[in-house]
Each structure stands twice: as structure tokens, then as C-alpha cells.
């Protein structure tokens, strides 16, 4: 998995593409298990190939991990919310800009109505603070200067400097959650997608009546997403 990875990030520094030589050397491998995995990379949609150079593919930019096994993205979303019993939501980070690609309604109950911009709203929702804690410091204060924290409700933190405490204390690859800071009704739970050089995040949402079982889902959540990249692994060292 980890060989997978590294040669991923490394497509990902260029994005007009770059050969398998160029590939190696920066992931530190040998050029013949390169190969081997630029291969399956490509068949799996993660990087693509043309005229002998590989870039990323749609599935590093804008699918979850489990596309490989699943036929896109909205039914593997859609199977998730179902599991879960919860409204689940996949989100990106692209060119300083927070991006809701995917939302689909629990079996339950419906998700959140966007009625404020989430782009401009990161601070107070759990995908947005998941995606904000996996930028450096420098890209935190600048989302926050181009997008200053406004009142939504009352549990909203506004003063930049909390918000930026708060992303330093998020621990890398755990559960961010957050008790109706941008729906009163609402409290939800997110979890980083480690694949690619994309900062991206699934979450979840559920209304406050049952927010007893935000933490054990928010836990459930994440194991899913750590058996999808265990899959994954297996996929691309067979």
C-alpha cells in the first residue's frame, strides 16, 4: 500500500504528467515493481496514462478509495449511508477552495441543507475543519483570512485564532466532530481520506435527537475507511 501511495503523491507534483523513470526515482523503487504498480494504478482509474506519461487519474482526484469495488462513487456513498444509518457527504480541497461533490440522504432522515455556503463556511462544519487540518498552518490562516468565521449558530467558534487551536489539536487520521455548530439540529463527524496529494474527507451527519451515537459512528466511519485502503492494498500488490 505504502509503495502505492508514495507513487501517487508523486504523480500528483505533476499534474501534466511525468514518466515512469521520473515516477521511480521520486518514490525511491525499482523501476520493474514501478511497472508493476503503474499498471494497476491506471487499470484501477487512480493514475492515467498517455503517450508514455502518467498523471492523476480521476479516482485520486475525485472519488473515494473504494471505487475500485464499487461501481462509482454515489452507491458506494449510498451503501455507506445505509450502514451507517446516517446522511454521508464526500468533500475536497482544491486550489484553497472546500468542495461538496457527493451528498447523500440517510435512510432515516435527510441531510443538510446547504443554506450557507459550505466553501465559506469551513470553520463550523466537521468536513470543513477535517479538510482545514490537513493543510500546514500558512493555508489554514489563509482560508481563514479569505473566509473569516461568522456566527451560525450559537456553538459556532468566530475568533480565528480558536478555530486555528482547535485544527492544531485535531490528531492526524481521527475523527473530527462537531455539535451544531452550523445546523442547530444537527451534529456531525468526518474522517480524512489519506489517498493522493488531494485533501479530501467523508463525513456523516445525524440529527440531535441522536447524537448519542455520533461517537460510535463517527468510529465506524473511520474503520470502514481503514478496511477500504487495507482492500485497496491488496488490489495493487496482487
Not at 194 to 216: D, F, K, M, Q, Y
Request: overall charge neutral.
Amino acid at each position: 500500500m505504502q509503495r502505492a501511495l508514495r507513487l501517487m503523491e508523486a504523480a500528483a507534483e505533476h499534474p501534466h504528467g511525468t514518466t515512469a523513470k521520473q515516477l521511480a526515482r521520486r518514490a525511491e523503487l525499482p523501476l520493474s515493481t514501478t511497472y508493476h504498480l503503474l499498471r494497476t494504478l491506471v487499470h484501477e482509474g487512480y493514475l492515467q496514462r498517455d503517450r508514455g506519461r502518467y498523471s492523476p487519474g480521476e479516482a485520486t482526484l475525485g472519488l473515494t478509495p473504494a471505487a475500485p469495488r464499487h461501481a462509482n462513487t454515489a452507491g458506494w456513498l449510498t451503501t455507506l449511508s445505509r450502514d451507517l444509518d446516517a446522511a454521508v457527504y464526500y468533500a475536497l480541497y482544491v486550489d484553497g477552495e472546500v468542495r461538496l461533490t457527493h451528498a447523500v440522504d440517510g435512510p432515516s432522515h435527510a441531510g443538510i441543507q446547504e443554506w450557507a455556503p459550505f466553501s465559506e463556511s469551513a470553520h463550523s462544519h466537521a468536513v470543513g475543519l477535517c479538510l482545514l487540518a490537513q493543510l500546514d498552518e500558512a493555508s489554514r490562516r489563509d482560508h481563514l483570512d479569505r473566509y473569516p468565521p461568522v456566527p451560525l449558530t450559537r456553538n459556532t467558534l468566530t475568533e480565528p485564532e480558536t478555530v486555528l487551536s482547535r485544527l492544531a489539536r485535531i490528531r492526524r487520521g481521527e475523527p473530527v466532530l462537531e455539535n451544531g455548530e452550523y445546523e442547530r439540529d444537527t451534529v456531525c463527524a468526518a474522517v480524512p481520506v489519506t489517498i493522493g496529494a488531494v485533501p479530501s474527507a467523508i463525513a456523516i451527519s445525524l440529527p440531535r435527537s441522536e447524537s448519542h451515537r455520533l461517537h460510535s459512528t463517527a468510529q465506524e466511519l473511520k474503520a470502514r475507511m481503514e478496511r477500504t485502503l487495507t482492500s485497496f492494498a491488496f488490489t495493487v500488490t496482487e
